[in-house]
Every structure is written in C-alpha cells, then in structure tokens.
C-alpha cells in the first residue's frame, strides 16, 4: 500500500505538471542568472572541491544520508559521495568552513535551496529516475570531467531522450523531474556543483505551495539533525 508521503508527492507532482510545462533544460539567463556568477568563479569552486576530495574530511554516499535513494545510489557497489553545503535553505556550517568561495556565493545567492559538492566515482551509473518536485530546478556545473578517448567528456547525463557532456567549467540548468541517468565511463572521479534553485514566474498559489514544501523539508532536515 502507498504510503501518505508517496500518494501526497504525487498529488504535488500531478498540480505542478497540470501548471507548469517547460522543456528539460532551460535558459539560465532567463531562469538563474546567477549561474553565471558561480561559471565565473568555477576554477575557484573546482580547486575548494579537489581539496575535500583529497583530504581526509568523511563524505558520505548519498544512501548514507538518504535511505531512500539506495535504489539509485547503491545499485552497483560504486561510489556516489555528496558533500552538503546547504539542504532546503538550512546552511551546513561545519561544511562549508571548507568551501569559503562556495559559501560566499552562496550567501549572495538567496534563490538557491541546496548546494551539493557531487563525487561520482570512476565507472559509477546512477538508474534512470525523476524527481518529485517541479517547483524547484536543477542547476549543474562541472568542476572535474574526465575526457573520454575521443576528447569529450566522459560522463553522460541521459535527460528525456538526450545526452549532455559538460567538460571543466561547462554548465546547465535542468528540470529533474524528467527522467534521467547518469554514467561516469571513466577511471577518475567526476565532480560537479549540484544546486537546487527555486522556479521563478510561477503562478502565486504555486509560488506559495513550493514554500511551504521547501520550509517543510527544511525543518524535517534540521530536526533530524543533517543541518
């Protein structure tokens, strides 16, 4: 039997669905202009990454902070380690001591929700899924990308019938909740700046509902202890 959490995400996701409709990947300038300011800063973001990565500081698999997502993150014995910055508007401080460029840009940035450090391991395929909730997008920016033989990057992100390669510095802003996977068909790991964003011009009961979800998780976040 469903569970209420499971029948009210789809009850969210059919609203937004019925409301909004926009294609897979969207403008940046005209919906998150502010991914052009952490693009401009990535060589930066990507040094403050590669020192986590090297450093003896714990990142956790994705299933390790989220149970739920075993089925995406611990599918085939590789590794999808995430290093939390922000989640549903509650800063991690402890985190982003490390990251202080992250986190200065992150402050000016009052429309992203949550920050993610992404560390895909070599080999690692994350299974096609979708997320939940149209009212906020995805923003992705790679900061190491492997390049495959032929000179392209080697990571694919697989989004609604299409293949994107984003090499060092390349970005895209994108609408999770249409289906996706993702392969690293390389021997490194490949790092990525994952931000949730909130959907701008929505219409005003919308706005008001992809509130209150998002303080809603926020405060399950910060009672659980992640924040």
Known sequence: MDSLYELSSRAIRRLYDARINTPPVLDIGTYFPDGHRFRDHWEGLRREALAILDSAQPIPRFHEIMPTQADISANDGRDWRMFLLKVYGQDIASNQAHCPLLTQLLAACPDVLSATLSFLAPHKHIPRHSGPFRGI???????????ADDGRPSAVLWLAGDEHRLGNGEHLLWDDTYPHEVWNRSEHTRVALLLDVRRPAMPLDLRLLSSAVTKSVGMVVRWRGVA
């Open 137 to 147: 997008l995805r923003y992705q920016l790679n900061l190491e990308a492997p390049l």
